[in-house]
């Protein structure tokens, strides 16, 4: 579904990311652990380009996604960010109805018809699991629910395009632990239809979710903080009670233990 090879990233002159060769399997949860500062949300950001947004962001290396280059100079920006879809680590609705918040990104699609319209709304937020919970409220806003409810409507918004592949950075950091599992339920129920790419600092959440698991780090060995870099990527029960590098054995038993 997406393959890195030798990937660095770049914030002008500075390399945030070193070396990143993966592939990333379709169908499955991947999920990124490692220490704060270590590359993991900026490498999530590369896989559809929206960390050129936060800032002047420049890549050597590849990234195929369906067996194209999405740094090619004539990538459509847009079908790609729909095709890999993102959430961020605090839900960021949009202050309009729930109604509109789905039906958006269809809009922007040239989408006009209010019966598939409304159908749209209803699958992306029976896939959500928010569905029972908001039906009757659609055109209230989006302000008004609570912080895991707005996640989980960011998640529907992402599905009503019909995305590949959903990325998710840091999805439940700001979620009590009924929210959590309620996402992690959908992680887990989507995983069926979508490849998930997840950031979570939760050794726990990765055990629980995840198929695949990358371990990034970074080299402090001179006193100050080098490029990150994949130190590991393996299956997540093979690398948590297993794993082949020192420093992700460090790093899990630090976290567990």
């Not at 920006?77 to 309009?96: A, D, E, S, Y």
């Not at 629910?145 to 990325?167: D, E, H, N």
């Not at 439940?172 to 790419?197: F, G, M, N, Y």
């Not at 970074?218 to 990150?228: E, F, I, M, R, T």
Request: aromatic share 6%.
């Amino acid at each position: 579904m997406l393959k890195v090879r030798d990937l660095n990233i770049y914030y002008g002159q500075k390399l945030a990311v070193a070396g990143v060769s993966m592939d990333i399997p379709p169908r499955q949860v991947t999920a990124m652990i490692g220490p704060s500062g270590c590359g993991k949300s900026t490498f999530l950001k590369s896989l559809n380009r929206i960390g050129e947004l936060d800032s002047p962001m420049r890549i050597k290396g590849l990234v195929e996604f369906l067996g194209q280059d999405i740094y090619a100079s004539r990538v459509n920006l847009q079908r790609l960010r729909i095709q890999v879809g993102m959430v961020f680590q605090k839900p960021n609705p949009f202050p309009m109805s729930i109604y509109e918040n789905i039906v958006y990104g269809p809009r922007l699609n040239g989408t006009r018809g209010s019966d598939q319209l409304d159908q749209i709304v209803e699958k992306a937020l029976k896939q959500a699991v928010l569905w029972d919970e908001v039906k009757h409220k659609l055109k209230e806003s989006a302000l008004g629910l609570s912080g895991g409810q707005q996640q989980r409507l960011c998640i529907a918004r992402c599905l009503a395009v019909t995305p590949k592949v959903l990325l998710m950075d840091e999805p439940c950091s700001a979620l009590d632990p009924i929210s959590t599992l309620k996402v992690e339920e959908l992680i887990r129920d989507l995983q069926q239809e979508l490849t998930i790419v997840i950031v979570t600092h939760n050794l726990q959440q990765a055990a629980r979710v995840a198929q695949q698991t990358a371990f990034f780090s970074v080299d402090l060995s001179q006193g100050v903080a080098g490029p990150g870099q994949l130190i590991e990527f393996g299956p997540t029960r093979q690398l948590f009670e297993s794993p082949k590098d020192e420093r992700t054995r460090d790093y899990v038993m630090g976290r567990f233990g």
